[in-house]
C-alpha cells in the first residue's frame, strides 16, 4: 500500500499508522456539524488514503501526454492544519454568529470550530463573539450598511507560536477598541498583535486598505525551509505550513540548482520560494506587482541575512522582457501564478528571457495543462510533476512541474 509521504521529502506512514488515519477520517466527519453546508470540505466524509488517489488520478488525467506524475505528498495528520482562519460575523435572532458564506452566496453557516482550522484560532473567535454584547458592539450588516464588526481574521505562525488577530471594521471609528484588546488577551495572553482593519466598501472583498496597530508590531514571524518571515495582514503566504516546506523543497529540489544559477522568483510575494532558495542559487530576482509585498520581501532577506537576492515591484512578464532586450541572462524561472493560471503573455515572456528551466508550482492542475500546452508551443517540454496535497479535505491539490528549454 503506498506510503502518504515520500521517502525523500518527509517520514513514511506505516500500513499501521494509515489505517488509524482512515480510521480518524470517519470519526472526525462525525464531529463537524456544518458538513455540506459549509461547503468547505467537500471530502471530509471520504478517507483519507482514497482523497489522495483520487487528486493522482485527476492530476494524472490532466497531465497524461506532457510528463510522468510522481507519487502524491500527503499529510500524517491531514486535520488542523490552516494557519490562516477567517469569520465573517453577522447577526441571527438577536444574537451575534460567526463562521462562513455557504458555498456560492452570503447566507452565513455558523462555524465553532472547524477540523481543518487551527483550533487556537477558532477559539480566539468565540471569544471575540462573546465580548462583542457587553461592549455593545453591532456586527454589519450587508443589506442595511448599520453595524461595526465585518470580519475577524486569525493568523498562527507554527513555528513560533505568535499569533495575529485582525478584526475588519466597516469603520475607523472603534469605541473602547483598547479595553476590547485588553479583555481579548486576558483570556488570551498568547495573542502577539491585533491590527484594526477598515473596510467600509461594499464589496466581498474581506480587508481594506487602511489599517491601525491596536497592539503589538501588527505582524508576525514564522520560520519555513529555515528561514524567518514576517508577515502581516495582506501578506500572501501559504496557509498549510507543513505542506508548504514540501512543496517548496520540491520546487527547489526540482529546479536542480548547484550555487551558480541566476534566478527570476516570479509571483514572489513576500519572496517565500526565492528566499527559500537562495542559499542554493548565485542570485535571487523577484518581482511581484503588489508592493507591500514586495516591501515585505525587502525585510525577510534582510532578517535572515541575505545578501543574493533583488526584489521589484513589476509585472514578472514586462520586467523578463526587458531583461530579455537588455541582454541579460536567467537559468531558472520559478513561477507561482494564482488558481487562474498564467497567461500566454506571460509564457511568451519565459520564452524570449530562454532560461534553461521553468519550476511551475501551480494551484490548479487543470490550469496548469492548459498552460504547458503554451509552454510546449514556445519551446519548452515537460519532465516530471509532484502533487502536493496543501488542502486535505477539500477538492483542490497542488502540483510542483519542471520544464526544460528544448534546443
Known amino acids: 500500500m503506498r506510503s502518504f509521504v515520500t521517502r525523500n521529502f518527509g517520514s513514511v506512514v506505516s ?26 470540505c467537500q471530502l471530509l466524509d471520504l478517507p483519507y488514503e482514497k482523497q489522495l488517489e483520487k487528486k493522482q488520478k ?27 482562519v477567517h469569520a465573517v460575523f453577522g447577526y441571527r435572532k438577536g444574537e451575534a454568529i460567526s463562521g462562513v458564506y455557504r458555498e456560492g452566496t452570503h447566507e452565513i453557516v455558523p462555524v465553532e ?13 468565540g471569544t471575540v463573539r462573546g465580548l462583542l454584547k457587553s461592549f455593545k458592539i453591532r456586527t454589519y450588516d450587508e443589506d442595511t450598511g448599520y453595524g461595526l464588526l465585518r470580519h475577524v481574521l486569525v493568523r498562527t505562525a507554527r513555528a513560533t507560536g505568535e499569533i495575529m488577530v ?7 471609528v ?34 481594506g486598505e487602511r489599517e491601525n496597530i491596536l497592539y503589538g508590531p501588527g505582524f508576525i514571524v514564522d520560520v519555513l525551509c529555515g528561514k524567518r518571515f514576517r508577515i502581516s495582514s495582506r501578506s500572501f503566504y501559504q496557509v498549510n505550513p507543513v505542506q508548504t516546506e514540501v512543496l517548496y523543497e520540491t ?15 516570479a509571483y514572489c510575494g513576500i519572496g517565500t520560494i526565492g528566499i527559500a532558495a537562495s542559499d542554493r542559487a548565485k542570485e535571487v530576482i523577484g518581482v511581484e506587482l503588489n508592493k507591500d509585498a514586495v516591501r515585505d520581501a525587502v525585510m525577510n532577506a534582510k532578517m535572515n541575512g541575505i545578501k543574493n537576492t533583488r526584489f521589484y515591484a513589476d509585472d514578472a512578464g514586462k520586467f523578463m522582457v526587458r531583461m530579455a532586450a537588455q541582454g541579460a541572462k536567467a537559468d531558472v524561472v520559478f513561477m507561482d501564478p494564482p ?40 519551446g519548452y517540454r515537460a519532465q516530471e510533476a509532484w502533487p502536493v496535497d496543501m488542502f486535505p479535505m477539500t477538492y483542490h491539490c497542488e502540483v510542483v512541474c519542471s520544464l526544460d528549454r528544448v534546443k
Not at 19 to 38: H, L, N, T, W, Y
Request: net charge positive; proline share 5%; aromatic share 6%.
Open 15 to 40: 500500513a499501521g499508522e494509515e489505517k488509524q488515519i482512515r480510521g480518524k477520517s470517519a470519526m472526525e466527519d462525525r464531529k463537524c456539524p456544518v458538513f455540506k453546508r459549509c461547503g468547505g
Open 58 to 84: 485527476k492530476t494524472e488525467a490532466l497531465l497524461k501526454g506532457y510528463c510522468r506524475v510522481n507519487p502524491i505528498r500527503g499529510m500524517e495528520d491531514p486535520f488542523r492544519y490552516r494557519n490562516k
Open 113 to 125: 470550530t472547524c477540523l481543518i482550522e487551527n483550533k487556537k484560532a477558532d477559539e480566539i473567535i
Open 166 to 172: 485582525v478584526l475588519v471594521t466597516a469603520s475607523p
Open 174 to 207: 472603534f469605541p473602547s477598541k483598547n479595553n476590547f484588546v485588553k479583555a481579548l488577551r486576558q483570556v488570551h495572553p498568547e495573542i502577539t498583535t491585533v491590527v484594526q482593519n477598515i473596510n467600509g466598501r461594499g464589496t466581498s472583498m474581506v480587508l
Open 251 to 265: 520546487a527547489i529540489a526540482a529546479a536542480g540548482l548547484t550555487e551558480a544559477e541566476i534566478v527570476i522568483d
Open 339 to 378: 488558481r487562474s493560471g498564467s497567461t500566454e503573455e506571460f509564457i511568451s515572456a519565459v520564452a524570449r528571457l530562454a532560461p534553461k528551466r521553468v519550476v511551475y508550482v501551480s494551484c490548479n492542475p487543470e490550469t496548469l495543462a492548459r498552460d504547458l500546452a503554451v509552454f510546449k508551443k514556445k
